[in-house]
């Protein structure tokens, strides 16, 4: 497995590699699949989570809402009550009967409304469920295009590093040429130009570098050797 390394700022003085021989950054499957899985614990992804359990418990008490509306009513019988104090009139006590009564109240609509909330806490939360889905499909997405863009800006650092090593060299033998009188001023000044030219590239890619980098640590949450490690550690 290929780790990505950090990138140190080369002595212009020390001896560099040709182009070709520059060992490259190059993608590794294991390790964007390692900070896709970190990425999955993003505070995003457990925001998108909370909020469908949040939907997914409306919906499971609009299921059984309906019962609360529904109202138990009852009186006694007064006057059979008195009579069982001791009148055994039969014909009074068949008038009066029962000694009690029990009603059950149901609203107008209760149902038709009742299952028309439930469906629309059932789509909400199937909503919310599918926002996560959405959620962690971007998240992935992002993790790999920004390991994409840490790969290639790492990769650009490393062979402008050999150009300005390049320009570098040039530049200090036309300085020597210049200081023996042996080219023009125009000459020598083009060589500044170029070699400074070339270290104006260099700050440009280190600061696209950092850039990548921290985005890629923004979406997985750490830093990237700690990333990087915790991957490693499970193959």
């Known amino acids: 497995m290929v780790l990505i390394a950090h990138l140190s700022v080369m002595a212009i003085g020390q001896d560099s590699s040709t182009l070709g021989s520059i060992a490259l950054a190059k993608y590794d499957a294991k390790v964007a699949e390692g900070l896709v899985a970190l990425a999955m614990e993003n505070p995003q992804i457990k925001s998108a989570e909370n909020t ?109 590093y050999a150009v300005l090593k390049g320009a570098e060299v040039l530049f200090v033998k036309t300085e020597d040429k210049f200081s023996k009188g042996e080219i023009s001023l125009e000459a020598y000044t083009a060589a500044n130009k170029s070699f400074v030219d070339e270290k104006v590239k260099v700050l440009t890619l280190e600061r696209a570098l950092r850039v990548a980098e921290a985005d890629l640590e923004a979406l997985v949450g750490m830093k990237i050797q700690a990333a990087l490690s915790r991957i490693a550690g499970k193959n």
Do not use: C
């Not at 390991?147 to 990769?155: H, I, K, T």
């Open 52 to 160: 469908s359990s949040q939907f997914k418990y409306s919906y499971a008490r609009s299921k059984t809402a309906w019962l609360n509306q529904i109202s138990v009513a009852g009186n006694l019988n007064e006057i059979s009550i008195k009579d069982m104090s001791g009148n055994t009139d039969p014909l009074r006590q068949n008038l009066l009967y029962p000694r009690y009564n029990l009603g059950v109240i149901l609203p107008v609509g209760l149902f038709v409304n009742n299952k028309k909330q439930t469906m629309s806490d059932m789509y909400k939360y199937k909503s919310a469920a599918e926002e996560v889905e959405v959620v962690k499909q971007k998240i992935r997405h992002d993790v790999l295009v920004a390991y994409e863009n840490y790969l290639m800006n790492q990769n650009l650092v490393l062979l402008q």
